[in-house]
């Protein structure tokens, strides 16, 4: 329904799914005259099964309808990064960003011009490919390599495509790795309870002392980075207890010999003295996880980090040869209804590319080739590359940006240097729903409909179903999608001759959600009516589906891998902080750990809602007692840390605490605080990315940077903090 019919509309309810996060809690909403009143979890989708979160119920709603909406857009008035903007009509906005792309991809060449977005966990990451293929350009920026990228390039790479499949309700025992669901996922952390109580076990690996951690039957606490060692020396265990299982790994496992004798010198003893967890944990461990069915669920704990398609790919190994793949109480490989289209087979798809030739100019494609290359998860650039191009021109001079759904100033290591690389452009264009750290350096600022305001069809693997995001809400503003968005500057850039509309067909969104479904057995209305929709699936079909791999096999040698010249066996790396300790001259002897999430917030979103700001008032920074005590840390204190090759520093307040391990400090992300002035509205002061570097060790396969943990020294403590402007002070 169009979103100008909505407001004749009494009260109703419509089944929805939340999209703040990837997600997808299913959702009821209340919508009065066009107004989305209220918002509760949908106990029957089978994803989210009830779970849901407070973003889901209260950031999306005053996101949506919060005075500091952006609700038309804006043109750049004063210099760049002023604030100082002025309304303007829509098509005046796309206009003159159409006319002002057109000369810079006459002047410089298409590949000059850059999109960055999260990804295609997104509608709009496909929007935003789209978009720049039309145009010519192969570049554009994801934000996975801080995320999930190591873990889709191991998942790729041994053809393990299990991410977000765990099935957990049908377990034995739950092993989990660098994941910390209480605060992350709703929908696993509401599994993991329920499972525990019907006597699963629960074995967690992580560093700090989670909620996950106190529930569990065995809890592995490595030094950050060092988990290879320990999935290593659990896969030695199986195979010399002979607790793998031999019937899988002789029809489905490619390499095991190789893995075997890779393997043999990680005994328990060895990976105890390189990870810090006791020998005899280790091999208790092993012993539960291979008491299957068994699931694995990993997270950001062991992604993004200069090491971390090794350590990744060391679990995923532990995973295959216990056979927990595609089975009950396993975990499950992606799932789809029959005919169904997802956000990544458009991009891969030949229709929607660009000439190899073209691809292959896209910046990272040469040093990155299983991340930017064809083989790579979303044939994104190399970030820090791009970056590095913008201020340099080297390989060749990026001029131009759209940056939609991210904020990079924030999110992307080394703020200083992603500021300089902004104000380095022609031209930056920044979609949003608030003016942020990154839209205040934009030329034209676009204001977007929010997740209530637009409709998407996603699969969500936890059902696995196909869920339906209803634009239940009448728009508030003048605001666009960026379906909208990128179909104005396509048609526009069209008639110039500077861009070819077939890369993106869809007129609307529902054009583009029935795309996908135009396969399928999926009645569109019934859909809508109920919020999702199920389907039938198969477990263990590996004959008719082999596993995406040059073998068919899950690869344990992986032969892409080794044909890059990759090690195409897992191995351990040493997390960088450990590699570097003699060159930084134990001038950084402390280890800082970064992304704790926090309930209230999603990364850098929210930081303008009252209630939220109340929950979490400021950005925090763990340590242990002793580590408090050697520093004179007291709780409570703000403390300065610097990292070895940052530009800047960063101050946190610290909660003195036993969660976390002597030596490590542990904090979130994506602080900043809107009430302060612009440009930087704190984003020089509490995001702890401008006290990280982007440009030091990169992952060989992802090209992701450590920004999970790093070297770090505390520069200053003091108490109490400093006089800032208070949120109630701020003029809108
Ligand atoms: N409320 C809220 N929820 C969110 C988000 C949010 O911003 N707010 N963000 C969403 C997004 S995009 C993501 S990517 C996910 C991230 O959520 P998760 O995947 O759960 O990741 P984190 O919370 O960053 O870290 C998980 C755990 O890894 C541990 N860890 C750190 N280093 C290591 C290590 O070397 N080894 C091991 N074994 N563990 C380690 C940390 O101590 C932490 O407990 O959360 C999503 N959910
Ligand atoms: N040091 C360090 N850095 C990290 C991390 C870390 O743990 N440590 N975590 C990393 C991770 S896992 C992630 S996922 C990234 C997150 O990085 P970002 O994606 O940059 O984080 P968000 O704060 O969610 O920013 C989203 C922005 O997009 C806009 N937005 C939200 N929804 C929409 C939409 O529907 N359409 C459009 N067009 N815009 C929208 C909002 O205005 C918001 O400003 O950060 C990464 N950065
Ligand atoms: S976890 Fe929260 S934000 Fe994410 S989809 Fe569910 S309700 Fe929405
Ligand atoms: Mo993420």
Known sequence: MPASDLSSQGPSTQPSSCWECGLQCGSILSVANGRVTDIK????????????CVKGIRAVHEWTYQADRLRTPLRRVGSRGSGNFQPISWDDALDEIADRLAVIRERTGPRSIVGAVSGIHYSRGVFMAQLMRAIGSPNWMINQDLCGGSRATSARMTGLNIAMAEDIDHTRCILIVGYNPSIADPIAWMAIKRAKKTGAKLIVIDPFQTAAAELADLWLRPRPGTDSAIALAMIKVLIDEKLYDPAFVAKWCFGFDALAQRVSGWTADVAAETSGVPADDIVKAARMYSDGPSVFACGHGIDAASNAVQMVRSYHSLVAISGNVDRIGGNRRAKRPKGFRTYSDILFDRRFRLPPDVEAERIGFKEFPLWSGPLGFQMACHNPSVLRAMREGDPYPVRALFASGVNIALTYPDTATTIDSLKSLDLFVAAAHTMTPTA?????????????????????????????TAAAAERDGDVRNDLEIARGLVDRLARKGAADPNMLPWRTQREFNAYLLAETDIDFAKLQQDGFATFPFELGNFEKEPFATPSGKVELYSQNMASVGHDPLPDYVAPSYLTEKAAINDTYPLILQTGMREKSYHHSRFREQPWARKVSPDPFVHVSPATAAKYQIADGSWVTVKTPHASGQCRLKAKVTDQTLDGVLV???????????????GAR????????????????????????????????????????????????
Request: contains cysteine; aromatic residues 10%.
């Open 41 to 52: 979890p949908n106990p029957k989708h089978p994803g989210s099964k009830g779970a849901f």
């Open 685 to 732: 002061d509490i995001n702890i990315n401008s006290a990280m570097s982007y440009t030091q060790r990169w992952d060989k396969a992802s090209g992701s940077a450590d920004t999970r943990y790093v070297a770090c020294q505390i520069v200053h403590v003091s108490s109490p903090e400093p006089k800032v402007p208070t949120l109630a002070a701020n003029p809108g």
């Open 440 to 468: 205040v350096w934009a030329d034209y600022v676009l204001p977007k409909t929010t997740t209530l305001e637009e409709e998407d069809v996603a699969l969500v693997q936890q059902g696995p179903c196909v869920s339906y």
């Open 667 to 681: 904090t979130g992300v994506g602080w900043w605080r809107p009430e302060q002035p612009a440009p930087h509205f």
